[in-house]
């Protein structure tokens, strides 16, 4: 739990970054019904990094889906920070995105013609916005990208790029950064470069992060892990393994 000062000096819990409450998600209708997600209680913490797994169709990208916005939830509630999600329209759920929300994703979705600055700073661009330079700087050590600045993304190993990926996500100060399988297309050392710098940014940056992801390895970089099973939450590791993880993931296999 992230604490904070306030300004007589005392200390107080900040306020969660998600909160989900009943999320039920259904496709299809009669004996075609599917529930995709099942009254789904779930708070995420502020400068906290926290994974979601389960086995296949368990409903955990669904889950990150119509937490991100992404996707409209059939009842419940989400809300980010102090705005709830129900009930907006898809332009201000855009203005939303853009203004508290940062995505990596498996695919690095780069643009190639761009280098790996102008990628990074594209977000603000399109707002319209000034770059923090002091923030800039400091994502960009954070990643470990300063002498890569200057290049394309063909240019670029698949890490580095992903690396690109995480720092355009972090620049715009996002409430909360969503990563769906971020090293999906990475082999192990990118992957656990990738996975390092997004556990630096929680640590050095105060950032919030929700990755969905199938790998033990990578969710024991995580502070706490959410396990779904057949669209429903069914328990959560806390300081999580990967020997933790995997023993947990069989079980709700068996």
Request: one cysteine or more.
């Amino acid at each position: 739990m992230t604490i904070t000062e306030t300004e007589t000096g005392s200390r107080r819990r900040a306020a969660p970054a998600v909160v989900a409450r009943g999320l039920t998600k259904v496709y299809g209708q009669g004996d075609a019904k599917v529930y995709a997600l099942r009254e789904v209680d779930v708070t995420f913490e502020t400068g906290a990094f926290t994974a979601i797994m389960g086995p296949s169709g368990s409903g955990k990208s669904t889950l990150m889906h119509c937490l991100a916005g992404l996707d409209t939830a059939t009842s419940g509630t989400v809300r980010i920070g102090d705005v709830e999600l129900t009930g907006l329209s898809d332009k201000r759920l855009t203005l939303l995105r853009r203004e508290r929300i940062g995505f990596v994703f498996q695919a690095f979705n780069l643009l190639p013609t761009l280098t790996a600055e102008q990628n990074i700073r594209l977000p603000l661009e399109i707002a319209a916005r000034q770059a923090d330079q002091v923030l800039f700087d400091r994502v960009v050590e954070t990643v470990g990208l300063r002498d890569r600045l200057g290049h394309r993304p063909t240019e670029l190993s698949g890490g580095q790029q992903q690396r690109v990926a995480v720092a355009r996500a972090l620049i715009s100060k996002p409430q909360v950064i969503f990563a769906d399988e971020p090293t999906g297309n990475l082999d192990s050392r990118s992957g656990a470069e990738v996975l390092s710098f997004l556990r630096a940014s929680v640590r050095e940056l105060g950032q919030t992060i929700v990755m969905v992801t199938h790998d033990p390895v990578a969710a024991a970089y995580a502070d706490r892990v959410i396990f779904l099973r057949d669209g429903g939450l069914v328990t959560e590791l806390t300081a999580p393994t990967p020997q933790s993880v995997l023993d947990t993931l069989m079980k709700l296999e068996g």
